[in-house]
């Protein structure tokens, strides 16, 4: 504060005074450039895509070799795989932000060695997770079930909806304990002790009294997983996403379309590029929609959440 | 004996309520204990998992002789007699040479951090001392929502619309190539490097910028010649940061690179990653092939890769803030 007051004070004189408008100038524009770069993807994409949008569009299958129809398959195959996903993630995400706050002490190593690991998973390409989910998920836990219980019919050895969703669900692990651990150290430690001093055991503090004031800050982390996971494509590319389905996904070994993916193979694999652009752009717009309305309602979340929490310090 | 038995339902009918309330939970709290921490551990699993599986499918490149057939470490990297430095699996005599697609990484890395690091690292600055309060609870969301966009997203953007602004500006010779990848992933890489860089602007502390300025200082030397160099660890993790997310990405460069394993120096040409050409064959590769092994391979390699990138970066900000003191 004092800092501010003190530059408000001095203003700048002569030669500096240009070198000071200069770079507020230089850095403003960096900042500029890049939210055009946001304002001119997401433009591009409504301009090009909002004519592709109808009832019809959100509704039916792809028809014609997908240069006309709808992308429903492909909505609701990525509802699907993020709803799986956050049954794996949030629960696993909570509680291991949990354990970091609450029971672990500061200087656990075991502690320390999570954080470092949770650090790490965030960083490991999405493509390595593709690779994992068909080394370990498929060809051994998949293959290993077959094995046992279907007398190794290719039963759940193959690309599942299952699969691609606990493949996501390491993926977006970080994200959920990151968000989590941040509500958690948000609440005042006054009210871990008052609780404990009224006689509520450990347990009854963190469900009762710690829990429910980060809850924001849990949504925040399981919307933000959920957008995450709607955008990923390289990790489902190889363990359930599918090019075509004429039927949607009904068993958790079916296999399932997806909006990145479809954009995916739209873009690449069209054969009449001109005729399948509309459509396009249309999956591209849905897809931004959807992870844009799901990153709105997090950061709201979380900023409402933090504000209550600093209100009440 | 008798009596032990007799007594011991009297003191429990005698016992408070309350002491039962007491009594019973510390089972569960034992038992919620431990399935917490159990569950905590399986971030420390993921990690050996992946390490693992994707390690144990590019063995074999180092060891089946099966696999040596086809391929070996040392024509994974030396020149075919012929061909030279080829990536080509798909033939009558498969090449695996991988430098071309380490190459194509690091050429369109390049071109991203090149864009990516003055406009993140300038924004973050701006964030941390220009802009106002409003300001600040604009850009920043927006930032967020840029970092939300799908890399498909981006990806196909690059390829229906970037690339045919870049080939009209810079008559590029392919219309996909390393600087339209590059400049896409910026977009992506952006967010990564403001986000790091202004949190290391955020932690030097208020009297460092209080002292420069009682000094005599303007802003901008308060700010090049104290701010800057305090928090230039922070900013160097968020670039090694960025590269890691650069070289890791998959979706744009496979969409914006154009996918030709060329092994020249030309940014104008199209070009091929390690993490593209993964994404394109893997889907067609025979299961065991040594095709199949060297992509794990390539995936073990990438991994690595980002894993020291990562722990890098954690050393570099974990010494920074014990410098700063930590605070704000």
């Known amino acids: 504060m004092t800092a501010v007051a003190l530059k408000r004070s001095l203003g700048p004189r002569g030669r500096s005074h240009v070198a000071d408008r200069l770079l507020a100038t230089m850095t403003t524009a960096a900042a500029a450039i890049i939210l055009a770069m946001l304002a001119v993807i997401v433009g591009n994409v409504v301009i090009g895509g909002a004519s592709v949008i109808s009832w019809e569009f959100i ?20 509802v699907a795989l993020t709803l799986l996903m956050t049954i794996g993630a949030v629960p696993a995400g909570v509680a291991t932000a949990i354990y970091l706050t609450e029971y672990a002490s500061p ?7 999570i954080r470092v690991c949770i650090a790490n998973l965030a960083g490991v390409p999405s493509i390595v997770f593709g690779l994992f989910g068909l080394g370990f998920f498929i060809s051994t ?49 006054e009210m871990r002790e008052a609780s404990l001093a009224l006689g509520a055991t450990k347990l009854q503090t963190i469900v009762k009294v ?57 873009a690449t694999q069209s054969p009449d590029v001109d ?38 310090a | 004996m008798t009596q032990l038995v007799a007594t ?78 080829m990536w080509q699996p798909v033939s009558d005599e498969p090449k695996y040479n991988i430098l071309p697609l380490f190459l194509g990484t690091l050429k369109v890395t390049f071109v991203a951090l090149l864009v990516a690091v003055p406009l993140g690292v300038s ?80 932690a030097v502390p208020g009297s460092y910028r209080s002292a420069a300025l009682a000094l005599g200082s303007t802003r901008s030397q308060v700010m090049l010649k104290v701010v800057v160099p305090a928090a230039a660890p922070g900013i160097a993790a968020s670039i090694v940061l960025g590269f890691g997310r650069a070289i890791g990405e998959t979706m744009i460069v496979v969409l914006a690179t154009g996918n030709a394993a060329i092994f020249d120096g030309s940014f104008e040409r199209s070009t091929r990653t390690v993490t593209a050409t993964i994404a394109q064959e893997l889907g067609e590769v025979v299961v065991g092939s040594a095709h199949y092994h ?27 803030r014990r410098r700063l003191g930590g605070g704000t």
């Open chain 1, 59 to 78: 509704s039916a299958a792809p028809r014609d070799g997908m240069t006309a129809g709808g992308v429903f398959p492909a909505i609701f195959g990525t």
């Open chain 1, 107 to 113: 200087r656990s190593r075991i502690a320390r060695l």
């Open chain 1, 141 to 189: 836990v998949g293959k290993q079930i077959d094995a046992v219980a279907y007398n190794g019919q290719v039963t759940y050895g193959k690309p599942s909806l299952i699969w691609a969703s606990l493949t996501l669900a390491i993926l977006t692990l970080p994200v959920v304990v990151v968000a989590t651990e941040e509500a958690l150290r948000a609440v005042p430690r």
């Open chain 1, 210 to 266: 710690v829990l429910p004031q980060a809850t924001g800050g849990i949504m925040t982390g399981g919307i933000l997983a959920v957008s995450r996971g709607a955008g990923e494509v390289a990790p489902i590319m190889f363990t359930g996403a599918a090019y075509f389905l004429p039927f949607l996904p009904t068993y958790p070994n079916d296999q399932f379309m997806n909006l990145g993916y479809h954009t995916y193979v739209l």
């Open chain 1, 275 to 312: 005729r399948t652009k509309p459509i396009l752009y249309g999956t591209v717009l849905v897809l931004l929609v959807l992870t844009f309305m799901l990153n709105l309602v997090a950061i709201t979340i979380r900023a409402r959440s933090r504000r209550r929490l600093a209100a009440n």
């Open chain 2, 8 to 85: 011991v339902p009297a003191t429990e009918k005698s016992s408070l309520p309350s002491h039962r309330l007491v009594r019973r939970p510390r089972i569960l709290e034992a038992i919620a204990e431990t399935a917490i921490k159990a569950v905590a551990l399986l971030s420390i699993l993921s990690v050996l998992l992946i390490l693992f599986f994707v390690g144990k499918e590019a063995l074999p490149v180092l060891t089946s002789a099966e696999v040596h057939k086809e391929v070996t470490v040392r024509t994974l990297f030396a020149a075919h007699a012929e061909a030279g430095y």
């Open chain 2, 123 to 202: 924004a973050a600055l701006y964030v941390s001392e220009f802009a106002g309060r409003r300001t600040k609870e604009i850009i920043k969301p927006a930032i967020e929502l840029l970092a939300g966009v799908p890399s498909v997203v981006i990806g196909f953007f690059a390829l229906v619309v970037l690339a045919s602004w870049v080939q009209r500006v810079f008559g590029t010779e392919h219309r996909l190539n390393s600087i339209v990848a590059g400049v896409a992933l910026a977009v992506a890489v952006v967010p990564i490097i403001f986000s790091v860089s202004e949190d290391a602007f955020r």
């Open chain 2, 294 to 320: 060297v992509l794990f391979a390539l995936g073990a390699l990438l991994f690595l890769s980002t894993l020291t990138v990562n722990l890098g970066a954690e050393r570099i900000v974990g010494r920074m």
